[in-house]
């Protein structure tokens, strides 16, 4: 079982930039993909980006590709996002999530869940 801990959220102008983390348990974070995903207030939780187990590959959704970045620390036990350029409609809770499949993008996919961490972009 994995337990995971996202900080670094906040308030931040359009055009900024924020660095979330996810803190995992466990001592085989490295057989987990990683994803985030946020939810918008009366929306649905929808992916952004995942980091696959053992490789690390990486993979966006459209609307953050070249903003973005997912990177990983498997000796940190911690996965990031990097936002870049942050625009009001990236205003979310964003999520950390964990899985042993090989590749996920359905949230469905996804065993283990942080508690969320509030991302706030003002104009």
């Known amino acids: 079982q994995v337990q995971l801990v996202e900080s670094g959220g906040g308030l931040v102008q359009a055009g900024g930039s924020l660095r979330l983390s996810c803190a995992a348990s466990g001592r085989t974070f490295s057989s987990y993909t990683m994803g985030w995903f946020r939810q918008a207030p009366g929306k649905e939780r929808e992916f952004i980006a995942t980091s696959r187990r053992n490789a690390g590959s990486t993979y966006y959704t459209d609307s953050v590709t070249g903003r973005f970045t997912i990177s990983r620390d498997n000796a940190k036990n911690t996965v990031y996002l990097q936002m870049n350029n942050l625009k009001p409609e990236d205003t979310a809770v964003y999520y950390c999530?964990?899985?042993?499949?090989?590749?996920?993008?359905?949230?469905?996919?996804?065993?283990?869940w942080g508690q969320g961490t509030q991302v706030t972009v003002f104009s």
């Open positions: 999530a964990a899985t042993t499949r090989f590749i996920a993008t359905m949230r469905d996919s996804y065993e283990y």
